[in-house]
């Protein structure tokens, strides 16, 4: 099975370029199409596992895709808008997305909905999402759709944020992230607080892995940022 192909509906550029690049980095293949019209056309022919749908768009908005789209596929889509009005959420997901994030959003967050999305049975028993994917580090064992960790047979108790921060050192292992780079996938490219948020969120995770079981996971490269390693 390949990776799984998400479709960004999406016409402003640089969003739509920040998505796929977020969405390459973790692994899965995309495709972009900033116009309605077309976008609908390319679903009817093309085989994807997710549609990003924005909803103002040229030629054709996301609500009528989506409407159109339901009455050929099950495949998820997640609405993408810069409204907060309550009844556009209520009004795509009556027209059957599975999900709904306004403008601006947290990368991690959509991530997590995408990760879900996928999870979903599909009428067509297309499975897109391996239950058994794991991320592992010697003892370490992170279960990504069980939102589970485990360091031998002991389950380790996380926040949301310290589970998100550990994924994101584990999916890059033996890389060097910096502090920014962290920020910008953890807390989102729109978090503007203190940079040291990153250190104390470290050191709760060292309190919980690497002292708790006496074992060195989470390394300090001087200068630069932090590494987990084999």
């Known amino acids: 099975m390949g990776n799984p192909r998400i479709f960004i509906v999406e016409d402003e550029r640089r969003i739509a370029r920040f998505l796929q690049i977020e969405l390459e980095h973790e692994g899965y293949a995309t495709a972009v199409e900033d116009n309605g019209l077309r976008a609908f056309e390319r679903i009817a022919q093309e ?99 069980r939102y589970e960790v485990r360091v031998g047979n002991e389950e380790v108790q996380l926040t949301k944020k310290e589970y998100s921060l550990l994924e994101y050192l584990l999916r890059n292992k033996r890389n060097v992230l910096t502090r920014d780079q962290i920020l910008q996938e953890v807390w989102g490219y729109d978090y503007t607080g ?37």
Do not use: W
């Open 47 to 145: 085989d994807y596992d997710l549609i990003l749908l924005d909803i103002m768009l040229p030629d054709m908005d996301g609500m009528t895709i989506c409407r159109k789209v339901r009455e050929i596929s099950d495949v998820p889509i997640i609405m993408l808008t810069a409204r907060d009005d309550v009844e556009d959420k209520v009004n795509g997901l009556d027209l059957g997305a599975d999900d709904y994030m306004t403008k601006p959003f947290a990368i991690q967050e959509l991530l997590a909905r995408v990760r879900n999305a996928l999870r979903k049975p599909r009428a067509d028993g297309r499975e897109v999402s391996p239950e058994g994917e794991k991320l592992q580090v010697r003892d370490l064992v992170m279960y990504p759709s």
């Open 194 to 230: 203190d940079t040291n948020v990153v250190d104390v969120y470290i050191r709760y995770l060292r309190a919980k892995i690497d002292d708790h079981f006496g074992e060195k996971y989470i390394y300090t490269i001087r200068g630069v940022g932090y590494a987990i390693k084999d």
